[in-house]
């Protein structure tokens, strides 16, 4: 892992209404807040490291990393449904959200309230940002993704299986890719085109739930995590050829995140365990324990920059 335990975010949460921001290496928790509101259903850290997007039912809510108040910051409401997804502009312009209101929205921190409210016809399960800065992917509990564009104000959608639902969507780093993964397991591959998304390929990764798909940093490995209790590790340079499966969580592994140089991998599980692996090995190097209900949601951030 990049740097000194000082530069490395970790934080888990989930139905225990409790954050937990660990120590990476050691397995050891150096903080706790509470999120008295709801359960948690995803987390994001900014890319400056100093704060934590923490998404419940219906708000989001912004703690301070380095500070030791317990309070958030800031609180965007605005929502009426969980809110699935949250993100943030490269140079923390702006957020974004995704809810099962079925909205997805973008809210800029210089300004109270939500700037852009994109009706969906469903519940909204994943968002991610393009590289580009200007188009976020969403994918929908009836089973379509959304293109939207943020300069021109438009949207295009595809649905690759029918009506069964999207759960994740990741894009490549390198803008080359962008995949989904949904309720029967399977992932789809596009080619990200300007105005469209061309088929390249679909992956039987689960033979139930794929909970969330993730490509790493370095493009060249594709983590899910699913209902089956197992994380399976795509070699993207391989055709998506199965690399390794990572077994040792007890139940559902709901959330997966890279470290910055792809080398090690962190999973949330209903176990009530947060897991930190090695990429190469397929080996448990950490354990995180201490919450007491399943881990929903895991962000790390690594990075040198």
């Known amino acids: 892992m990049a740097g000194s335990s000082e530069r490395v975010v970790l934080a888990t949460a989930g139905f225990d209404h409790t954050i937990r921001l660990w120590e990476a290496p050691t397995g050891l928790c150096h903080r706790t807040l509470q999120y008295a509101d709801s359960q948690i259903n995803c987390l994001q850290i900014t890319p400056d490291k100093q704060l934590l997007a923490v998404a419940g039912n219906p708000h989001v809510r912004l703690f301070e990393i380095n500070s030791s108040a317990g309070t958030p910051v800031t609180s965007f409401d605005g929502h009426t449904g969980n809110v699935t997804a949250v993100g943030f502009q490269k140079d923390r312009k702006w957020m974004y959200t995704g809810s099962e209101d079925g909205t997805v929205k973008i809210w800029d921190f210089r300004a109270p309230g939500f700037q852009r409210d994109y009706q969906s016809k469903a519940g909204i399960s994943s968002v991610v940002l393009h590289p580009n800065q200007g188009e976020l992917i969403s994918g929908g509990e009836d089973g379509s993704i959304r293109v939207w564009d943020l300069t021109a104000n438009s949207c ?9 639902a999207i759960r994740s969507i990741t894009v490549a780093s390198d803008a080359s890719m962008v995949l989904a ?123 040198s920059t």
């Open 156 to 164: 295009y959608e595809l649905v690759p299986d029918g009506k069964v």
């Open 181 to 303: 993964a949904n309720n029967r397991g399977t992932v789809f591959v596009w080619k990200l085109g300007k105005g469209s998304l061309e088929p390249l390929h679909k992956i039987e990764a689960h033979s139930t739930y794929a909970l969330k798909c993730l490509l790493s940093p370095d493009v060249k490995y594709l983590a899910t995590t699913s209902a089956d209790k197992t994380v399976k590790i795509w070699n993207v340079e391989k055709s998506f050829a199965l690399d390794k499966v990572l077994t040792g969580h007890q139940t559902w592994v709901w959330d997966c995140s890279f470290s910055a140089d792809s080398a090690y991998l962190v999973t949330a599980s209903s176990d009530r365990t947060g897991k930190l692996w090695d990429v190469k090995t397929g080996d448990v190097i950490v354990e995180y324990k201490g919450h007491h209900k399943a881990i929903t949601s895991v962000a790390l951030n690594d990075s």
